[in-house]
């Protein structure tokens, strides 16, 4: 499928890029969600009055407690929070921490008396002077929805704190307040107003000042994420796609996965020769790329270590997801990441397709069925369909999604119809209704995405939910019968993920171990279509090109798990946008050829 890659020293790149991270950014980390904790406590529970510097602390004035003790649960607070940028090396968590770290030993001896609470703070302050040049991650990138985030999650996590404060003080409660009049007490006290819960002596204040603590760091982390300056994640800009197209023009009959680089929500690395691309998106802190690399194989290593460089220079963590064998042997050689099979892609060889057989009876039938009840196919360029039928086909793939949230990012464009993608193919399934709805006889959607001149990729699939069951079915075997008009010789069909587990664990002599992992995956398949979609792909009788996953450390591979779940569509962390808001948007951006349309899933 390739040339030989040339490798550079292993050695000098694994040092660059080593697979594990720095030992002292992630001690620090430890050690300052510690500290906040102990920071926490000092300003939650009753003060100790067996400490030594109890007898000093009894000079102080006595008002000066309840200061000490919100600014304690503050800098604890506070520290947690950023505990994960610690980890990450993040320059502004390390400023951040430096400032907090005084303050918070400062309160640990004025309200706590405690001298171990100040040696702590003052332990951890240490190394982090010492090690400031590890600290010099940038900012990822971010919006304003990460204000409504913390909001949400402060406010419960302030309501959970807020109890405990409001609860830990029995001795000098008065009265028995219930569990409703404690919970009112600390919304009041969120926002700074007395409660009906009253206590003994400087309790009052303490309890009243650490709630208002807490408020105010809410109020304050919301109201800096809402008002500091965008720095969205990039995206594709007109020359960077100009450029992308170019090297696909040249280069890319090679990866059936190409073409989904153009996806206008991912951004770009070019190698120093403009050769070879890499094209990535960051999900909490992931830098994640998909495919194997863009243009001439011998400037891979070049885009490569752009990519490496760049997830360094951010301390994001790198990964890829789909990558072809020889994609995943350069990724590993050249930067010392390891790579796991993740699934097998199925590709229908168009000369060898034939409804013919018994292998292929099932489809045959279904097939014939759908046909006697008067369906017929149509497949077609993009740039051949009128505007007209072009927007009602956009229309039908949104409101035929089926889900909330769209999906798709490693074999999806995101996009149908525009001005630029006029080599994209579109089979279409029409029928003739006595009552036509609203998109007249349209029935069924499957759009493909070019694999070099003579490919083609499956990137959607939608079909009216009153249509007869076999739609897929009937319009890929049209498709692959239609094939050999367009000069297509290949078709790429879904992404079967544990493909090769789920097909040894039904065989005959499968051992306890493989018929349990391929349980698992028959019961996940409920939410996630992993069986479904390898019987699916089956039916067509394809070869299985094997795909993998490229990751650092086998510790980052939850991580990035739940982060490819999210660029994919599975798990939304925001809030999505009302269907009408939606479509509206995306109707304002189709005028624009560089706009961005629906996006869906070619693969689960």
């Known amino acids: 499928m390739s040339g030989e890659v040339p490798s550079r020293s292993s050695r000098a790149r694994r040092i660059l890029h080593g697979p594990r991270p720095e030992a002292v950014p992630a001690l620090v980390s430890r050690a300052a969600a510690l500290v906040g904790v102990l920071n926490i406590a000092a300003g939650v529970f009753p003060r100790f009055r067996h400490s030594r510097m109890h007898a000093i602390a009894e000079v102080l004035p006595g008002s000066f407690g309840p200061f000490a003790a919100a600014l304690a649960l503050s800098a604890g607070v506070l520290l947690l929070l950023l505990a994960h940028g610690l980890k990450r090396r993040k320059r502004r968590a390390w400023r951040a921490a430096v400032a907090l770290l005084p303050a918070g030993a400062a309160a640990q001896f004025a309200y706590r008396h405690s001298i171990i609470g100040v040696l702590i703070a003052v332990a951890l302050l240490v190394p982090l002077v010492l090690h400031r040049d590890q600290f010099a991650a940038l900012p990822d990138p971010r919006s304003r929805w990460r204000a409504l985030t913390n909001f949400v999650l402060m406010s419960a996590g302030s309501l959970v704190l807020g109890l405990v404060i409001v609860s830990v003080h029995p001795h000098r409660t008065i009265g028995d307040p219930s569990l409703a009049d404690r919970l009112t007490h600390v919304v009041y006290g969120l926002f700074g107003f007395e409660g009906p819960v009253d206590y003994q002596g400087n309790t009052t204040w303490t309890v009243a000042f650490s709630l208002g603590a807490l408020g105010w760091i809410t109020a304050v982390t919301t109201i800096y994420l809402a008002f500091r300056p965008e720095h969205p994640a990039a995206r594709l800009s007109e020359q960077d796609e100009s450029q992308l197209r170019a090297l696909l023009e040249k280069h890319g009959a090679r990866d059936s996965l190409g073409h989904f680089a153009l996806r206008r929500d991912k951004a770009v690395v070019f190698s120093p020769s403009g050769k070879a691309a890499v094209t990535y998106r960051v ?35 790198p990964a ?4 072809s ?3 995943g042997e350069v990724w590993t050689r050249e930067t010392g990441l390891d790579a796991l099979e993740l699934g097998d892609e199925a ?21 014939k069925r759908i046909e006697r009840a008067g369906y017929e196919t149509r497949v077609r360029r993009i740039r051949d369909l009128s505007d007209g039928e072009l927007e009602r086909i956009r229309r039908a793939a949104e409101d035929w999604r089926g889900t909330d949230t769209e999906r798709g990012f490693s074999m999806a464009l995101g996009r149908i119809g525009d001005v630029a993608d006029g080599d994209c193919l579109i089979a279409t399934a029409h029928k003739q209704d006595d009552e036509p709805g609203e998109y007249g006889d349209l029935k069924a959607i499957l759009h493909f ?15 009216d ?14 498709a692959l019968q239609a094939a050999p008009k367009f000069g297509i010789t290949r078709i790429s069909l879904n992404f079967a993920m544990f493909r090769s587990a ?20 028959v019961f996940l398949s409920r939410w996630f279509q992993i069986e479904s979609l390898y019987k699916f792909n089956a039916k067509f009788q394809p070869r299985w090109e094997p795909r993998f996953i490229v990751y650092r450390a086998t510790t980052d591979l939850p991580r990035i798990g739940v982060a490819t779940m999210q660029a994919e569509g599975f798990v939304n962390l925001a809030l999505p946008l009302p269907r009408f808001l939606r479509r509206r948007r995306a109707a304002a951006q189709r005028p624009c050829a560089h706009g961005v349309a629906e996006r869906d899933v070619r693969a689960a």
Do not use: Y
């Not at 229908?348 to 034939?354: G, I, L």
């Open 283 to 317: 999900v909490s802190g992931v830098m994640l790329a998909s495919g194997d690399p863009i243009g001439d194989v011998e400037a891979w290593p070049g885009a490569i270590e752009r990519f490496m460089d760049e997830a360094k220079a951010h301390s994001w963590t």
């Open 325 to 327: 064998e020889t994609g």
């Open 502 to 521: 789920l097909a040894r664990g039904e065989k005959i002599g499968a051992g306890p171990v493989l018929r349990g992992w391929r349980g698992l995956l």
């Open 320 to 323: 890829v997801v789909g990558c």
């Open 449 to 463: 995405v070019p694999w070099g001149r003579d490919g083609a990729s499956l990137e959607l699939m939608r079909r």
């Open 465 to 478: 939910r009153s249509a007869d069951p076999g739609m897929n079915e009937l319009l890929i075997v049209a």
């Open 347 to 367: 590709v229908v060889e168009v000369a060898d397709f034939s409804l013919a057989g018994r292998a292929m009876r099932n489809v045959r039938q279904m097939v």
